[in-house]
């Protein structure tokens, strides 16, 4: 409920947050997820510097999922709790300092646990989008959402590259330390300009927000049935991203690892697809999009599967799976913060645990089918889970009776 006495900021307006403002939170938001990607493509020489071998390496990835798995839980819902303009730079500055211990580790054990910190913090990009989503008025908080998650996907995107560059010219250590610097000034900038939020948190104590992922999946309909779409779909991410290195970098292509990352650049038309997924959904045409995208990730295979043939096609099927990925992201979270725009937190955090599990599946089952079976089965598996997530919306279509419309939503009272 909005207050009666609350005033207008400078980064707001009557029909909600100011471009510039959104754009801030997109700066962000990239800025925090970034964190978590850094090292993928640094590991060889991490592992050089700090003595690891190649299993161990494998850890790194892994502790940071990890954390910021946790902090999908344990730190997300907070935002319901306390006031997101203090939690938000907080959570910038923790990340800077956790960024600089990753920097200076003197071995294996202070970095895994500077990374596993490092992932715990960078969930505060979620509580970007929560509150974004409380800044903005209803009829435009399609808009926003797609404003703020082209951010997630550009950082997303530019952090593997932006750190082989950087550690080329400074060694790997040096893009810990300019990534606190940029942390840190994020969180001076955010101090400064986060307008003031005019939605009143519902009630909650801590216990209960940390059990929502579990409440939300048995009590409302839209949320369960929109992070079962989260995580098939992130599987079809985890598969792709988790896989593609291998068939890229054996016969016949043999690339390097600077030259892998570059592919990562072409799902910049994930950019495009949120931003624009965002304002459709605000026209109440969220499950048209949910429709098209999902058939749409389901083709993308189709191309990718000639990877060990052309590289053209590869990069058509990483446009169009980029594309449909994040504007069904965009819908999804679209859909779910209708439940209670006040509970924002909590249900974005509850979405992203879909997301999460759903990333490590994927990438743990191409990873281990590419083993077994090569690339074409990679591809099966991927397309089989955009065919589950596209059966789980067909039914959900029939069940509801609502035709294209959206699914009608209910709030719960014990959210």
């Given at each position: 409920m ?10 707001t ?6 471009t ?26 991490i ?5 690891v071998g ?7 990835t ?11 839980i ?39 646990v ?7 913090a ?5 509580v ?13 908080r ?53 307008p ?6 519902s ?11 579990v ?7 839209v949320?369960?049935?929109?992070s079962?779409l ?35 650049l072409?799902?910049a ?21 949910t ?51 006040a509970?924002s ?6 979405n ?10 994927g ?5 281990s ?6 690339w ?40």
């Amino acid at each position: 409920m909005k207050s009666s006495n609350a005033r207008a900021t400078p980064g707001t307006r009557p029909d909600g947050i100011s471009t510039r403002t959104a754009l801030l939170l997109a700066f962000a938001s990239g800025a925090a997820v970034a964190n978590v990607y850094y090292a993928q493509p640094l590991l060889e020489r991490i592992g050089h510097d700090l003595g690891v071998g190649p299993a161990g390496l494998g850890l790194v990835t892994t502790v940071t999922q990890a954390g910021y798995f946790l902090g999908l839980i344990l730190i997300v819902p907070l935002g319901d709790l306390f006031n997101r303009r203090v939690l938000i730079p907080a959570g910038c500055v923790i990340s800077a300092i956790a960024l600089v211990a990753v920097a200076v580790a003197p071995g294996s054990l202070t970095f895994l646990v500077a990374s596993g910190i490092v992932g715990l913090a960078a969930v505060v990009q979620q509580v970007i989008i929560a509150y974004a989503a409380v800044l903005s008025s209803p009829r435009l908080r399609g808009r926003v959402l797609g404003i703020v998650t082209s951010g997630v996907v550009i950082g997303i995107l530019l952090a593997r590259t932006v750190s082989g560059l950087v550690a080329d010219l400074l060694g790997w250590r040096s893009v810990f330390v300019v990534s606190a610097v940029l942390m840190v000034v994020v969180a001076l900038v955010l101090v400064r300009r986060l307008p003031s939020e005019t939605t009143t948190a519902s009630p909650a104590v801590y216990r209960r927000l940390i059990l929502s992922v579990v409440t939300l999946s048995v009590q409302e309909r839209v949320f369960r049935v929109r992070s079962l779409l989260s995580l098939f779909m992130f599987a079809g991410f985890g598969a792709l991203w988790g896989s593609i290195a291998l068939p890229l970098s054996a016969e016949p292509w043999h690339m390097s690892t600077s030259e892998v990352g570059l592919f990562g650049l072409v799902g910049a038309a994930g950019a495009f697809g949120a931003a624009r997924a965002g304002t459709l959904a605000d026209r109440g045409l969220a499950q048209w999009v949910t429709g098209v995208v999902l058939v749409l990730f389901a083709l993308s295979w189709i191309p990718i599967a000639w990877l060990p043939h052309s590289l053209i096609p590869l990069i058509i099927g990483i446009l169009v799976i980029d594309l449909a990925g994040q504007a069904l992201h965009v819908t999804n979270v679209h859909l779910i913060l209708q439940i209670d725009p006040a509970a924002s937190s909590r249900l974005v955090g509850s979405n992203m645990v879909y997301y999460s599990v759903g990333t490590g599946i994927g990438a743990i089952a191409a990873t281990s089918v590419y083993s077994a079976w090569g690339w074409g089965a990679v591809c099966i598996l991927g397309a089989g889970f955009s065919a589950a997530a596209l059966l789980i919306w067909i039914s959900d279509r029939i069940t509801s009776g609502r035709g294209g419309s959206n699914t009608a939503i209910t709030t719960t009272a014990t959210l």
